[in-house]
Structures are given as structure tokens and as C-alpha cells.
């Protein structure tokens, strides 16, 4: 919390995220190593994960619908899926289309599920009487992403261009209904984080304008995060791809956090807009550097991510998503240039 307020910390805070496919492929040696590195491995727990029949990533396939009506196929154990049938792909299905009761729970992206509020409360409970850091997760995919869930991303694009009337009483009807998870949420009483993600870029560009980001998405993160904030809540903002265009509204939605790719926005252009005005948690390009480059050039660019982003007061914290097929040693290797870099 001290780099996300810019109070000075000792160090900028850094972490691996492993996926399931990775535990899965290297088990209990991955497990000695977190267990062996605790500061960037600050919530693993010996016995937390559930491995697979077969080691390695494990093909599947499996639908399943929900809440919202979407439709998901899912290939790969562990991943995330995609949306193939979308509910209001037709404009004529608006009139009968209603979200889920904001009051029986929360869901989450890709899951048929919703989880109860009092499941919800007892787990913040828990993070509390542990005197762990309180975090939610608000759902990855919380608005523009949920959009093209419900309509299908060709029919979106679309409608941005040509502005049928239904698409902002969409918007209005989501952002509604997100609100009422924030009031349910908020009724537990002060929460340190929340967590909200909407992969906003592509590798190379943002889909829309930033004029249209504007017009459809900004107004509703900036109500959304100003009644997190003012329930005393940081806000989280997870968004994936190329969002250069539109960081100086993401900062000015209100969000505390911005976690957002480093090599698909360049640091140089991260630093000039963002550094000193929000705290950024950035994520170390898992596409290319950490996969397949070799341990010298991981511990360089790690390096110089920290030269060039973190100041004394704060403001930064870096972590690294780890996909197969990254090696051990490129694991090895991140951990011990965050372990060495870290310190401020």
C-alpha cells in the first residue's frame, strides 16, 4: 500500500503469476522454488494446487453458459475461453434482456457461477482476521469486454460507428448493474483493493478511437471507480494490450493502480505519461521476453524497467506472468533480477 499511496516504501513489490498450465507441467519443483522465494510468491500455499492426470498443458473442450446468457468454449485446462454466441447479437432481444440479480452474488468471467455475497463476506473476514491485505476481485472483463460478450465484437464495432440508440441504454443497463455489485461489495465496510479488468488493447493498437473510448467507456469507469473510491477502496485497473492512446483517461477515471503491458506501450511512453500520477503495475512481457529470451536479457530489461519507472516515494510494483513454454530458468531468472532490482 505504500507504493500504491506514494509513501515510501522499502522496495517496489514484485510477484510471479504462474498459470495452471505451467504448475502443471513443473509441480514440486515450481513448488520448492515459491517456496524458496516468498516475497515474489507472497500468497502461495504448499498444497494450493490442484494438479492434472497428465503433467503439461491438457486439451479439453468444454461449453458451458453464464450468468449473462454467454455461451463459452473452452480448449486449454486452466485458461481462460471465448464467447461463440453472444445473447443480444440481435438488437431485437434487448426488450427481453435483463442482467443478473446484483443482489445474489458475484460472478466472474467464464464461469456458470455466481458467488453469494456471504461467501464473499466471510473471505474478506478471513483476509482480515490474518491481517493480510483485503482484496476483490470485481470481475476481469467488467464493461467494454462484457459489451462485446453480449453483442459480439463485429456488432459493437459497429454500433460505435453508427450509434443505434439501444447501445447506450446497454451501457447505462451495465453500468447500473455494476454499481449494485460496488454498493454489495461495500457493505462488508472498508476493502483495500478492488480489482477490476477490461482488456481495452490489441498487440499493436486499440480497437477504437480514442474519441469513442471517450464517448462509450470512459464515463462509466469514472462513476464506477468514484463510488469505489469514495468507499474508501484503491482501485485496480487490469487492461491487457495497447492502451497508449488512452492512459491519460485511465488515470483520470480515477483509478489507483494501472496494470498494463511493457512492451506493447513502451516503457519510455509509460514514463512520460504515467510516472509520478498513478501507480503502475507493470506487467513483464510475458509474449516474448520471458518465454523464449535468454536469462541475460530478462535480468537487463528488468533492470531498466526499474531505472527508468520507480522513484523513492513509490508508484511502482512489477509482476510477470509466466505461460508455457517458459523454461525453469527463465523463471529462475526473473525471480532473482526482481529479488536483486527490487529494493529502492
Known amino acids: 500500500m505504500r507504493s500504491v499511496e506514494f509513501r515510501g ?7 510471479l503469476l504462474i498459470t495452471w498450465p505451467v504448475w502443471n507441467t513443473y509441480r514440486e519443483k515450481l513448488e520448492k522454488i515459491a517456496l524458496q522465494h516468498r516475497l515474489v510468491f507472497p500468497e502461495f500455499k504448499p498444497g494450493s494446487i490442484k494438479y492434472g492426470v497428465e503433467k503439461g498443458v491438457l486439451r479439453i473442450n468444454r461449453t458451458l453458459t453464464d450468468p449473462f446468457g454467454c455461451i463459452w468454449s473452452f480448449n486449454i485446462e486452466g485458461y481462460q475461453g471465448q464467447v461463440i454466441r453472444h445473447p443480444l447479437e440481435d438488437w431485437n432481444l434487448f426488450r427481453y434482456y435483463k442482467f443478473p440479480d446484483p443482489d445474489s452474488g458475484l460472478p466472474a468471467e467464464g464461469s456458470d457461477k455466481i458467488t453469494p455475497w456471504n461467501m464473499i463476506y466471510e473471505n474478506l473476514d478471513r483476509m482480515k482476521s490474518e491481517g493480510n491485505l483485503i482484496h476483490v476481485s470485481l470481475m476481469h472483463g467488467f464493461f467494454f469486454q462484457r459489451l462485446y460478450y453480449l453483442r459480439g465484437f463485429r456488432n459493437l464495432m459497429k454500433d460505435f460507428v453508427l450509434k443505434p440508440s439501444h447501445i447506450y441504454d446497454l451501457i447505462e443497463g451495465l453500468t447500473e448493474y455494476i454499481l449494485n455489485l ?18 481495452l488493447g490489441t498487440q499493436t493498437r486499440m480497437p ?73 503495475d507493470i506487467d513483464i512481457d510475458r509474449q516474448y521476453l520471458v518465454p523464449f529470451g535468454t536469462t541475460e536479457k530478462i535480468k537487463s530489461h528488468i533492470k531498466h524497467v526499474v531505472e527508468e519507472l520507480a522513484m523513492k516515494k513509490g508508484g511502482l510494483m512489477i509482476e510477470s506472468e509466466v505461460h508455457p513454454p517458459t523454461p525453469l530458468r527463465n523463471i529462475k531468472a526473473v525471480i532473482e533480477a526482481m529479488e536483486q532490482y527490487m529494493w529502492l
Open 9 to 15: 516504501p522499502e522496495y517496489v513489490p514484485c510477484r
Open 182 to 199: 460496488v454498493k454489495n461489495l461495500l457493505k462488508w465496510g472498508k476493502i483495500d483493493v478492488v480489482y477490476f479488468g477490461d482488456d
Open 208 to 280: 477504437i478511437s480514442p474519441t469513442a473510448f471517450k464517448e462509450f467507456i470512459y464515463l462509466s469507469y469514472r462513476e464506477i471507480f468514484r463510488h469505489v473510491r469514495e468507499g474508501g477502496s484503491h482501485v485496480y485497473l487490469h487492461s491487457d494490450g495497447h492502451v497508449l492512446e488512452v492512459l491519460d483517461q485511465l488515470i483520470e477515471t480515477g483509478a489507483s493502480i494501472l496494470n498494463i503491458q511493457d512492451r506493447v506501450n513502451g516503457i519510455e511512453n509509460i514514463k512520460s505519461v504515467c510516472k509520478g500520477k498513478i501507480c503502475i
